[in-house]
């Protein structure tokens, strides 16, 4: 049971009502994190901005967006983020052998390439210890250009920063949550 009541469609503020309605728009229902923001215009704008920027805005491939935010979600044990992600996950292309490694020895696995373990490295260290070392930086600037380092990075702190809000305020998986 969430810790604040939903704001369910009609609901939300009236300035919400425009990002419910895209938000939809891209999952086909109106996702239950976002109920929780639908309390705030500035918040729930805010969210619709970050799901056009993950989506539209961000080149970074979905299968290293994903590696990502899966690492992120897995670390901070967010059961919803879980859920979502790993169904995008496997629509990127991960396997369900290589989801599973998503953690503290991800880095280590063989079923990643080495460019796919930097991004663990990178990821998971950011969430345990919030700045990562200069080792797993360095792993990343092996493979990524600046941009991309700066996508993995938005990623990173994003799912960090979504997931304290969702595991704080109770967020429960859709019923209806199919990607």
């Given at each position: 049971?969430?810790?604040?009541?939903?704001?369910?469609?009609?609901?939300?503020?009236?300035?919400?009502?425009?990002?419910?309605k895209?938000?939809?728009?891209v999952?086909?229902?109106?996702?239950?994190f976002v109920?929780?923001?639908?309390?705030?215009?500035?918040?729930?704008?805010?969210?619709?901005?970050?799901?056009?920027?993950?989506?539209?805005k961000?080149?970074?491939?979905?299968?290293?967006?994903?590696?990502?935010?899966?690492?992120?979600?897995?670390?901070?044990?967010?059961?919803?983020?879980?859920?979502?992600?790993?169904?995008?996950a496997?629509?990127?292309?991960?396997?369900?052998?290589?989801?599973g490694?998503?953690?503290?020895?991800?880095?280590?696995?063989?079923?990643?390439?080495?460019?796919?373990?930097?991004?663990?490295?990178?990821?998971?260290?950011t969430?345990?210890?919030?700045?990562a070392?200069?080792e797993?930086?360095?792993?990343?600037?092996?493979?990524?250009?600046?941009?991309?380092?700066?996508?993995i990075?938005?990623i990173?702190?994003?799912?960090?920063?979504?997931?304290?809000?969702?595991?704080?305020?109770?967020?429960?998986?859709?019923e209806?949550?199919?990607?």
């Amino acid at each position: 049971m969430p810790k604040i009541p939903y704001a369910e469609e009609g609901e939300e503020t009236p300035e919400a009502t425009v990002i419910y309605k895209e938000i939809k728009k891209v999952f086909g229902f109106v996702p239950n994190f976002v109920k929780l923001m639908g309390h705030s215009s500035g918040a729930t704008q805010t969210m619709g901005a970050f799901v056009d920027a993950y989506f539209n805005k961000l080149n970074i491939k979905p299968r290293l967006r994903e590696i990502a935010f899966l690492t992120v979600s897995r670390a901070n044990k967010c059961t919803y983020c879980q859920a979502h992600h790993t169904a995008m996950a496997k629509k990127a292309g991960l396997t369900d052998e290589q989801i599973g490694v998503l953690g503290p020895n991800g880095f280590e696995n063989t079923l990643l390439t080495e460019a796919e373990r930097a991004v663990v490295r990178f990821a998971y260290e950011t969430t345990k210890e919030v700045e990562a070392s200069d080792e797993a930086i360095e792993s990343l600037k092996k493979y990524f250009s600046t941009q991309e380092i700066a996508e993995i990075a938005y990623i990173t702190a994003s799912a960090n920063f979504l997931q304290r809000i969702g595991k704080n305020l109770g967020v429960e998986l859709e019923e209806e949550a199919t990607f």
